[in-house]
């Protein structure tokens, strides 16, 4: 009688191990939390809270866009602030973070190439993170994140010749998003 259970148990926990190992759920890297200095100021409401480097400015009039952080001009010839903005996204249905990652992708290729896609978790929350080229030499990195039915979409576009401790702060800005 027991031997019976087992043979009718064992396909089930080998499908479910193949399913739980499908290649459609990436395994998301843990990164630390950056270390963000103090003084930097606090941009948050009921949905998020993100913290931004004194001398940025910070916008919130654009349609469709939560807010648009702006670095300040680097020299007098520099015509692209680098910035950080963040849209969201209410969604018809719920969507895992892969279902989204995969359609945001399929939208993406037409205009940007994928130079990078990685999945992360930072403090517990999961999110996919994206490195796209424009025709116009401009970076774009995305995180996207899911919860319940909204998509946050957070970028980060900046040229690459521009100095690295500019780089740095929107990397640390992008990693100090999180989603309440």
Known sequence: MGHMK???????????????????????????APIIPAEWQYLENE???????????????MEGVQFCILSGLSSSVDIFRENVNLVIEDLLESMTLEQYAKYAVNNMKQKYTIADEKKYSVEGQVYYHFILKGKDGILLKQHYLVKGKRAYILTFAYDPAEKESIQTDGDNMMASFSVK
């Open 6 to 32: 087992i043979e009718y148990l064992l396909p089930c926990l080998v499908f479910a191990f193949a399913f739980s190992c499908s290649p459609k759920e990436k395994k998301a890297t843990v990164r630390n």
């Open 47 to 61: 949905h998020y809270t993100i913290r931004y480097p004194q001398g940025w400015e910070v916008q919130k009039s």
